[in-house]
């Protein structure tokens, strides 16, 4: 093979190699969040079971944790493919490196059965003092030195070919006992799979019995969301007509008697500043890599309409997304902007609206709250503790992202997990 196509597929080789090498490390920081993740859940699974009030919650967590077992199995069989495509791959270069070896040996043996048959020095000088020309005579001791030079090489070639050929079998070896780690890790969690969702399913028939309670909980529920909801809206609306009223009295100041001035005030739409109109952009930008409103948790109720997830006959409405988290959970902005509004819902439920531009973002269920309206906000920051039903002994934060009066479905501007 010549030297340069010899050097191409080591080239290439050496690439793929390094892909797969960057994909299985991708695939193992994968697997360690979702094994942190199921950790999360059992440790709040641990938690409800403890408190033993609500059943729905544990299903809820329960589901989640189903979920992520799946991801994490799916995980390992992807790794599992990448390391079998590898071992493809090095034995490849093992089969090939043993053929070229097999060639170099016999070729070698040749070489030195020739050389052994005219090995005394008298025979070299009289193959050079028979020639008939100073000339050929200086070609064969020329031929006699390149001969030796070959020979030195094709032993030289012979113990690289070897040593790279005991580096492919111990690289081999290796991807032997990965594989066989992540094959009985497979296996390990698709029996532990099995028992979750036997025990999920005991859940659920034991749910059912109390279906009627169930479910009249959830419509007095949803009745208390679509009160909250038009709460919100309407003080929503109300810090939009302020801050159009203010900006309308900063231009009439600026240009008195204008015709823009004493236009109508909207409640809908907010007018912006440039300082607004550059955050609003800067958090659209963000779309789909926002943090999360909580350090940890799972989505356990989405956005719209939907079926329960117990009841499918029950659909519940949901303006956000219901993030159920830990007990003690600080609650965080997911943006910087500045306060808009402390709702006070009830004695034990208080609500943050923080303001980006044209958007708001909402963070439900809080039991204390830690800034004031006209506070600057930054990203991460906290801004109260999420509140745990004493009912069901939940901890969940409902989020919502408006743009002016409008909702938006949060899970498209969070970062995935």
């Not at 909250?228 to 600026?254: S, T």
Request: proline share 3%; hydrophobic share 35%; with cysteine.
């Amino acid at each position: 093979m010549p030297k340069f196509l010899l050097s191409l597929v080591l080239i290439c080789a050496t690439t793929f190699a390094w892909a797969q090498d960057s994909q299985q490390e991708k695939l193992e920081q994968r697997k360690a969040q979702i094994q942190q993740e199921i950790r999360d859940n059992e440790k709040m699974l641990q938690s409800v079971r403890k408190k033993e009030k609500s059943a729905v919650n544990e299903y809820l967590i329960q589901a989640n944790k189903i979920r992520l077992k799946e991801k994490l199995i799916n995980t390992t069989a992807k790794q599992e493919k990448l390391i079998s495509n590898d071992m493809y791959i090095n034995q490849v270069q093992v089969n090939k490196l043993k053929k070229e070896l097999k060639v170099l040996k016999e070729d070698y043996a040749e070489m030195i059965l020739k050389s052994y048959k005219s090995r005394s020095e008298q025979s070299r000088a009289m193959f050079i003092l028979s020639s008939e020309s100073f000339l050929q005579a200086y070609k064969r001791a020329q031929y006699l030195k390149q001969y030796t030079a070959f020979r030195k090489n094709q032993g030289l070639e012979i113990q690289s070919k070897t040593a790279q050929l005991v580096d492919f079998n111990a690289k081999l070896d290796g991807q032997r006992q990965v594989k066989k780690k992540i094959i009985a890790e497979n296996q390990k969690e698709k029996v532990t799979l099995e028992a979750e969702k036997k025990e999920q399913q005991k859940l659920v028939n034991s749910l059912k019995k109390d279906k009627n309670k169930i479910a009249a909980d959830i419509r007095s529920k949803q009745s208390e969301s679509k009160r909250i909801d038009r709460q919100i809206d309407r003080l929503i609306r109300e810090a939009i007509a302020e801050a159009n009223r203010k900006a309308a009295a900063e231009r009439a100041k600026a240009n008195p008697g204008s015709s823009e001035a004493k236009a109508p005030v909207s409640s809908s739409k907010i007018v912006m500043t440039p300082e607004d109109k550059v955050l609003a952009a800067d958090f659209k930008a963000n779309r789909g890599r926002l943090p999360w409103p909580v350090e940890k948790g799972f989505i356990s109720l989405g956005y719209g309409d939907q079926p329960h997830p117990l009841h499918p006959s029950i659909t519940v409405h949901n303006s956000g997304v219901e993030i159920t988290t830990e007990d003690g959970a600080n609650a965080r902005a997911v943006f910087a902007g500045e306060v808009s509004k402390v709702i006070v819902l009830s004695p034990v439920n208080k609500a943050v609206v923080i303001q980006h531009g044209d958007y708001f973002t909402v963070y439900q269920n809080l039991s204390s709250v830690s800034v004031s309206q006209g506070d600057k906000v930054t990203i991460k920051q906290n801004i109260g503790r999420v509140r745990t039903s004493g009912d069901t002994g939940k901890t969940i934060i409902k989020f919502l992202i408006m743009q002016n009066t409008s909702n938006n479905n949060p899970e498209g501007w969070l970062q995935s997990r």
